[in-house]
């Protein structure tokens, strides 16, 4: 058989296809399905050639339908890959019958032959899966359901032609840098995503956030207003930043607020009524002039310690414009850095789709090829059954005699002993002959080792009646005089062997299997004739020769 044509096959069809009663004989032994592309053992039973291959794929395996329905012979029933031949008559009797699909609401008809080759895998009504969405649907509308329904199929987006999934659409008009807004101030339309920060910066109606809104400004205000409203609420924008920097200086452990300059006043000056009052306790008064000369001195002193806090705070309170400014540069450094960054996370998450969206498409190529694969390798199947059918035609009309008179020339003798001698070819078949050209089927069957009683020390030599195209036409039993030879070649003695027929042996009735039992000569020939320089070997050949009588046919 052709090996690489099993491995590229299929099981049997499924029995719900067959539109009438099932006889057994069209079933295969090994997968119980409808036999597709059959094939026949040497014991007579039939499988699929994919079932077949599956079972000799690790070496020869008992049948196990004879095992079953105990008629276990060997090496009859020992399947081996080059043992069983391709079963015509049954292909072509199976491809006839009659077929309905196997889908419910189909109303398909015709022959098995009919449903695999034109409607199998193609049926309008069968439920596929579609590959993007997983979801089922009929063959007849995976068309629509990819380009209108399918939840998972492909776009393209109309501004950036990116294509992504349609689930997706929303999310990537969101994020879409080509989607056109409009400005809400000017009522400009059809305005790039990309370009939008650019307008909304020159735009005059376009409303934004007033620059102190990081320290509580609340106010939304159009870009000409701008100025006029930063001037109009400086003093309020001043006292926001003030408490700002008072809440920095509260984190980094720094006085918590600005002392005001008349609390020291009013300190100095309770310090100084109490020096009065412990030098009243003394006893030292002075004149009015001197008194009040004295609060002079001391009025004074203290407005000049007022004037020198107030000249302390003041120094402070004018550094406090450029510690904002500061502040509001390095605010606005990180503003932009923060914006940079906002625009780099939305490049890459958009690479990101783009490369997931790639590698989708990519999967549903993958997938196309795979299928299209297993398409190519059907037909290289079946382009192989045809060609290992072609070939065993070919061999049949190459060797074929049709005058009942067959010479079989088995060469590589030592090696196909040696095989026989170690069970790894225990028989080997003959070319069929046949009596006349739509005459009785025959061939040969020969044990290098022997078989039964002459194992080891005798060739067996057998006859096999096979089934033949015309056996319809012909006498039944076969009741012709068999002739077996093992020739002498240098033509002097031969070893001959003739048995007429047991007309009561099953053996020479009307074939139903591909081949009946053999019978003939378990002694045909003592392997010690083989030895040495025998003339019935030479050039490591032998020659067999096999004579039906065809008197009365």
């Known amino acids: 058989m052709a090996k690489n044509s099993l491995e590229s096959s299929l099981p049997g069809f499924i029995l719900t296809i067959l539109g009438t009663s099932l006889e057994p004989k069209y079933l295969c032994r090994e997968c119980c399905r409808i036999l597709r592309k059959p094939v026949q053992a040497q014991c007579g039973h039939r499988f699929c050639w994919f079932c ?20 276990f012979e060997e ?36 022959s098995i032959k009919e449903y695999e080759t034109s409607h199998e895998g ?28 399918c939840p998972e199929r492909n776009l393209n987006c109309r501004y950036c032609k990116l294509s992504f999934s349609f689930k997706h659409i929303k999310a990537h008009d969101e994020i879409c840098q080509k989607f056109p807004l409009q400005c809400e101030g000017c009522g400009k339309k059809k305005i ?8 909304a910066r020159s735009c005059s109606k376009y409303k934004s956030p007033c620059r102190f809104s990081a320290v509580g400004c609340n106010v939304i205000v159009e870009n ?19 408490a700002a920097v008072q809440s920095l200086r509260e984190r980094e452990g720094q006085p918590r607020s600005l002392q005001a300059p008349h609390s020291k006043a009013q300190e100095l000056g309770s310090s100084i009524r109490e020096l009065e009052q412990r030098l009243g306790s003394l006893g030292l008064y002075c004149s009015a002039e001197e008194e009040e000369e004295e609060e002079g001195g001391a009025a004074a002193t203290l407005l000049s310690l007022a004037d020198r806090q107030l000249n302390g705070y003041s120094g402070k309170a004018q550094a406090l414009p450029k510690l904002c400014e500061a502040l509001a540069r390095k605010l606005s450094t990180f503003e932009n850095i923060v914006c940079v960054l906002n625009r780099e996370v939305e490049k890459s998450s958009l690479t990101l789709e783009a490369y997931s969206q790639q590698h989708r498409l990519d999967q549903q190529s993958m997938d196309s090829l795979t299928h299209k694969v297993r398409q190519m390798e ?28 067959f010479i079989w020339k088995i060469g590589d ?15 080997m078949f003959s070319p069929g002959f046949y009596t006349s050209k ?6 040969m069957r020969l044990y290098l080792n022997g078989d039964g009683t002459g194992r080891g020390t005798h060739l067996s030599l057998f006859f096999v009646v096979m089934k033949g195209n015309s056996d319809a036409l012909l006498k039944w039993p076969f009741n012709q005089k068999v002739t077996l030879m093992l020739l002498d070649q240098n033509n002097r003695e031969h070893i001959i062997d003739a048995f007429r027929p047991d007309v009561t042996s099953s053996s020479f009735q009307r074939p139903i299997s591909e081949m009946n039992i053999a019978s003939g000569c378990p002694l045909f020939c003592p392997l010690a004739k083989l030895e040495g320089k025998s003339s019935y070997l030479r050039d490591d050949t032998i020659f067999i020769k096999a004579i039906v009588d065809l008197t009365g046919l």
Not at 192 to 199: I, M, S, T, Y
Not at 384 to 392: F, H, K, M, W
Not at 438 to 443: A, I, S, T
């Open 438 to 443: 739509y005459g009785y089927k025959m061939c």
């Open 378 to 405: 059907r037909s290289l199947a079946m382009k192989d059954l045809a060609i290992a059918e072609l070939e065993q035609k070919f061999k049949e009309q190459e060797f074929s005699t049709y005058d009942g008179i």
């Open 192 to 199: 790039l995503r990309e370009k939008f920060a650019d307008h």
């Open 75 to 110: 090496p009859a029933s020992i399947l081996d890959t080059n043992s069983a031949f391709p079963d015509n008559a049954a292909r072509r009797e199976i491809e006839n019958l009659p077929a309905v699909c196997n889908n419910e609401v189909c109303s398909w008809k015709g």
């Open 224 to 242: 000409e207003k701008m100025l006029h409203h930063e001037q109009g609420s400086m003093a309020e924008h001043l006292r926001m930043l003030l």
């Open 413 to 427: 003798f030592t090696r196909k002993r040696q095989d026989a001698r170690e069970g790894r070819t225990p028989a």
């Open 122 to 149: 193609k049926c309008e009504r069968s439920l596929v899966q579609c590959q993007a969405c997983q979801e089922m649907i009929q063959l007849s509308e995976k068309e629509q359901h990819s380009e209108r329904e």
């Open 52 to 71: 077949y291959n599956n079972i000799t794929s690790s070496g020869p395996q008992r049948c196990t339908a004879c095992q079953q329905e105990g008629i």
